[in-house]
């Protein structure tokens, strides 16, 4: 098993490569500050095994619905934190570190895996941590949340939520919550900290009203 424990740490610019090899994903993404398990073939393996000799560090990047094999021009570098082999399956966790733009995809080289080149300059807040919104700039995510839970009859640990550091809590639940594909890829483009979170309590509370109205309706 290989682990770089606890990622409690700020990578420098410097330190994250332009040319990574990349994975596509379909109905999901990875966020900054947020952990990403994937179990993936021995094929895909070959990527992983490379990158851990070279940088460790992967691009994940989310695939078109209708066209598989073309891609969206934003995703997130993942540092891989750990690899573990069980009954026939690869598994692996990855660490979100940074966003990226591609603005390159060279042709697929002689050992067959395929690479972009990346420039993470829109996102330099998520390796800034003090761009961090204020935690008044959050009541309004905290009401959808609060009106999302109680529809679902969840009582959620409420300290816990608002004890989280925004930027960590605004990925999560962009990860964790069943958006759209693209509702996820809108929200992992949108820059700002503060408009993301603003972004999933407007998703949160057209759906609330649209369950008031489903089930006025039925009533």
């Known amino acids: 098993m290989i682990s770089n ?8 610019m410097g330190d994250l490569p332009t040319v990574l090899p990349v ?32 940088n460790n560090v992967i691009a ?12 969206f021009k ?16 690869i598994s692996i966790n990855l660490y979100g570190v940074c966003r990226f733009e591609i603005i ?8 067959g895996i395929e690479r972009v080149v990346v420039s ?40 816990e939520l608002k004890d989280t550091p925004p930027s960590i809590l605004v990925s999560a639940l962009t990860m964790a919550f069943p958006f759209n594909s693209s509702e996820k890829q809108s929200l992992l483009e949108t820059v700002s900290i503060k408009d993301r979170s603003d972004m999933i309590a407007e998703i949160m509370e057209i759906n609330a009203f649209d369950r008031y109205n489903t089930t006025k309706m039925v009533h």
């Open 23 to 54: 994975f596509k994903v379909k109905s999901t993404i990875l966020m900054p500050s947020s952990q990403l398990p994937m179990v993936i073939s021995d094929q895909d393996y070959s990527v992983v095994a490379q990158e851990i000799v070279e």
């Open 5 to 12: 424990e606890g990622f409690c740490f700020y990578i420098l």
């Open 120 to 159: 993470y300059d829109k996102f330099l807040i998520d390796i800034n941590k003090s761009f961090e919104i204020q935690e008044s700039d959050n009541d309004r995510l905290m009401g959808a949340l609060n009106v999302y839970f109680r529809n679902l009859s969840i009582s959620p640990n409420w300290k």
């Open 74 to 89: 934003i995703g997130c570098a993942g540092r891989i934190m750990e690899v573990s082999f069980s009954e026939g399956e």
């Open 60 to 71: 994940i990047v989310q695939s078109f619905q209708s066209e598989p094999s073309k891609m």
């Open 104 to 111: 390159d995809e060279p042709p697929i080289d002689a050992t």
